[in-house]
């Protein structure tokens, strides 16, 4: 059987496979659906200092390839969640890394120092929702992104994960300011802006008008964003994410230079898809002649890898 580990940063990972933020819940949530075991880690719904209480319905929407939503972070604040949830993250059988987001630097730090004291692996710095009202998307400013980081860098001794969006006007430099600001991998990506009209309603589909696009249509964007940075700094630890539906998404990912793989959409409709996965990634890997998935970290974009391309 090929080999799952990997390496992402300080991390060892038995899979390449994450469950991806938003999708899974506090992932105590989705446990009884989902196995957990069939992944390197799973990602937390994003959390904030203070209880937030989301955007009123509608928040998501179907696209016809994909989907909307605009959730807007509803939580219960960092206190209530680490009081709920915090004792029954050893029980899972899986990392699980802590997702903070905030409206100032020090709302993130705030999160990031509890998030630790409950047992979470990592913490997951969450720069990029696309549907928070009034606020300005940390991704999009290299200073802004990088002072966040750096923030949270100081507030806890636990790896860092930073969460960057597609939307960004240069996203090799946004991931640049996050690295050098402490982060120990990138995420890319969260969703990408997005809008919908509800025809029957003559309405927009979400309340909030401008929310976040996911599912196999983010794919080719996200892993743009991949290529990119690969491509302008080098092997860095990297986390793709987006549209993926199948095994060939993760070696696609994983050809393009990411190490791990995070699932988020696909979750909605098939919670177990990990294991499917999984098999397929067993069997493509024996017709390829591939012993480890580790081998295909970055291959794609390797001239070496193709020269007669």
Known sequence: MVGLTTRLGPVTLRSPLIAASGTVGSVIDAAGVIDFSRYGAAVAKSVAATPWPGRPAPRMGPTGVGMLN??????????????????????????????????????????????EATGVASVEVNLSCP?????????LDPLLAGSVVAEVRSATGLPIGAKLSPNAADVVAVAEAALSAGADWLVLTNTAFGAGIDIDRRRPTL??????????????????CVVEVRRSLGPVPIV???????????????????SAVGIGTAHFHTPRIAARITRHLHRWARRAGVGDLSELVGVGLDPAAHPNA
């Open 70 to 115: 605009g959730i807007g972070i509803q939580n219960p604040g960092i206190d209530a969640w680490a009081e709920e949830v915090g004792p029954d993250l050893a029980t899972l059988g899986v990392p699980v890394w802590g997702s903070a987001v905030g409206t100032t630097v020090e709302e993130f730090a705030t999160v990031a120092s509890v998030l």
């Open 131 to 139: 549907n928070l009202e009034g606020e300005t998307m940390w991704a």
């Open 207 to 224: 309340s909030g008008v401008v929310g976040g696009y996911s599912g196999p249509g983010l794919k080719p964007i996200s892993l743009r």
């Open 240 to 258: 793709g994410t987006g549209g993926v539906m199948a095994a060939r998404d993760v070696v696609e990912y994983l050809m393009a230079g990411a």
